[in-house]
């Protein structure tokens, strides 16, 4: 190997060893990363629920049902809301859904069965997992792709691994500006 | 001292034996043998200007009535109009550069045809429902080209599909990377990591235009080194940062790059080195200034002091490419 071929060999293996580190980086954790905490969310929730209840007068409100955990409880609440804030657009029904982080498959449940589960509200799971939205951040001029503006696709990310989620989402366009899952917390044992 | 007194003078000398026949011969040999590398030289004329331009021209007309008659065109028409102009491009190249008269004109259709080739793949792809905006169908569309144009270059031997391989594995690299980016939790900075991925190309184009410089190849060696240089300078700046974002490393290490850069333009014999490494230089001083001394010295002092150093770096840039690279370029 002369002094010559040295610089194109290297010239070669600087970009093939930077591709396997950064390969590396990105599926090796993922082989020792074992999400543990399955959640529970919920689809077909308007963004543009009302914040707090506010009453007129008996003639000009209506009432709208939302989830909320209360006392790690999952509870139905009913807020009467006046009739021009309520978001009459969004024609879906809400439904629940049980994420199994393991199998990484959901599974959907009624009301009552969801009232069963201990839920923590925390964004951080107790094994140090959070959901995030879109599949990637970054990207710079000329390098912007498709990918990195995907926000109807969800993961999990934490301890250096990011796990796709293979959630139930609604189909309908519509719902694209809005909050398509909605969190509601970590089954807890 | 004209001819006849020369000679005169050698017989004297020699009869004295304070010359020797082997040292006249060696100094006759040294006046034989071109004393500087003269770099190649890729002479460019009218006609090869002309087949350039009409290679672009061609290029924007088929780019133009694909593009006018999109909706009306099936897959097929698309896809031949593209992919099959790159391929048929390719094989006129292939036929002109068998003669020595239309070598030049052969390397026009080859470019053509590179041109042609991207623009029919990605036809082709988004023909066949790929997304074509995302980093994977690009990472393919660029393992297909690059590996297309390092056979074309193991096979038909010609100089020209070394460059479009250079290029190709260049896109592969950045739109793999990009993907692979793409599903990281770690990496939180893109334009750092983009950043990190230009150092590393572009120390690939210099130790690669090293390589070209002893081969055949040499031509390579110059936009080698330019696009190296700018990269991997214009990356090791920007990795610095700016006040009070700076990262210090960065900032304290960019001046000793600097003038190994300089001092590689000496030893590589390169223009571009000096030039660049200079040029850097300056810009280099102006940032730092701007960063850390407008305050304390305040603008017009600190412009005052900016000026000299440049002109300081202008006379030390002509200084040693007249001592040292002048000859070459000759």
Known sequence: MNKQNISLYIGIAIPVLMVMFVAGSVYLPRLFSTPQYSFLYATGVSYHGPAKPVILNRQDYDTQERYVVRGERLVKETVKV???????????????????????????????????????TEALSPDGYKIARGSGGGGVFPFFFNENSDFSSYSLIGHGARHKLNLKQPADTQQYYYDKITFLGWVMP | MDKQELLSEISLLAAQGDLQQEEMLAAFRQAQTPKTIQPPRSRWNLAEILYYIGGLIVLIGVVVLVGQNWEVLNSFTKIMATLGSGIAAFIV????????????????????????????????????????????????????????????????KRKVFTAFGVIFSTGLFYSFMTYLFGRDASFEDGLKFYEYLTLAVSVSYLLLGYYFSRSEERLLTGPLYTFGLLGFLGASLALGGWSPNQNVFWELIFPAIIFCVIYLSIHLKSRAFLILGALYLMGYILKITAEYFTDSLGWPLALVIVGLLLMAIGYLTFYLNKKYLKRIYK
């Open chain 2, 93 to 156: 190249g292939t036929l002109f550069i068998q003669s020595a008269n239309t070598t030049r004109l052969g390397q026009a259709f080859y470019v053509l045809s590179a041109i042609l080739n991207t623009v029919g793949l990605v036809v082709t792809f988004d023909q066949a429902g790929w997304q074509t905006g995302t980093a994977a169908t690009q990472s393919i569309m660029a393992a297909i080209l690059a590996g297309a144009y390092i056979c074309a270059r193991l096979w038909l």
């Open chain 1, 82 to 120: 006046p009739l021009g804030e309520i978001d009459y657009t969004t024609p879906f029904e809400t439904k629940l859904y049980l994420q199994n982080t393991q199998t990484n498959a959901s599974q959907e449940i009624s009301f009552d069965e969801a009232q069963k589960l201990r839920l923590n």
